[in-house]
């Protein structure tokens, strides 16, 4: 005589959902958390990459990579800055070293309706839409996970927005955050009919995190964790006021992970070395550093200089430069000229626009000879060769 033990499903006894079900031909479904790699569509969610530098009070990027600084009215501006996270903690303790913070100025004027205060990160759709999430759909999912801390006590309000189509907005809160404490926040996202995502390089859907949002882009009867049609004045219920009449309050943030399914699994940790890489895509510089760069060269007319930039990664699109000053010296046979990295231009001349994988710099400036080959080195430090291709 045989028996058998029939196991609809198995769940851990401090669980809310099963972790392995079992269905009635055989087959099972299981929650698998593990180190599969590829899950994060997101770049630097661990905020390790800083190319441009490590705190700025400006808007826009400036600080750690793929993170726009935003702040619109306020009456001192604040600080945005990589810092790193104090040992013993959690999350130090899973493996993270860096995170983003905001230090908030005086506001003096307190919370006007049109002030705001801002992270944002932007996807491109084509990774969107290739991600394997089925985005039209109320039964397939995405997950968005985060550790923040915050110095007072409050609930904080953020969205997702997909951009092509008819934008879509999915308001989402942190819930009260006790002060000072790390908080792990997990949103499980459903798809909607209304989405769309372009297989492009445009940018597709955008991650928003307010510590302030003024009250002409709210509204009381804004639904959280629901999609709906985007509109300027109506993105997330009213805004919680006392972060940011607080005096210097802060806001730290790190682990941010978008993965496709409808649960969050742990961090996918990446190597500094790839981050970069992939932060690259977007934006990179060069220092004006005597062993940092030798770009080749050569002379068109006795006026005409020509450098060559070779992306350290394929870029989103072809970039903006910006030089900044420092001296440089062009080397050849005959003669050796003097240069100023402002005077370096973008020639126009590359091999695609789509996928530019590098850049022609032009200088206008005399004591050429035409057609002398040389290398253009920097002589100090000071100066920077940028080029950006951010959404």
Known sequence: MSSRLIVNSIRHTGASGDAVTLANDGTCTAKITNNLSNRRININGAMTIAQRGTSSTSTGYKTVDRFYNGSTGTDEGPTFAQVDVASGTTPYTLGFRK??????????????????????????????ANSGWNYTSSSSYITLSFWVKSSVAQDFKGYLRSVDGTSQIYPYSTGSLSADTWTKITKTIPGNSNLTFDNDNGSGLQLYLWPYIGTDYTDAGVTENAWAAYASGTRTPVSTTTWYTTNDATLEITGIQLEVGDHATDFEHRSFADELRRCQRYYFKLTGDDNDFLLSGFTYSASLYWFIVNFPQVMRAFPTYTGSATAARFYSDNPSQDFNFSTLVNGGVNHTTTYPSHMWLQADQGGANAGAGGSLQAQNAVGTLEFSAEL
């Open 99 to 128: 995170a983003l913070k905001l230090t908030n100025g005086n506001q003096t004027s307190g919370a006007g309706a049109t002030d705001t205060v801002y992270i944002e990160h932007q996807m491109e759709a084509q990774d969107i």
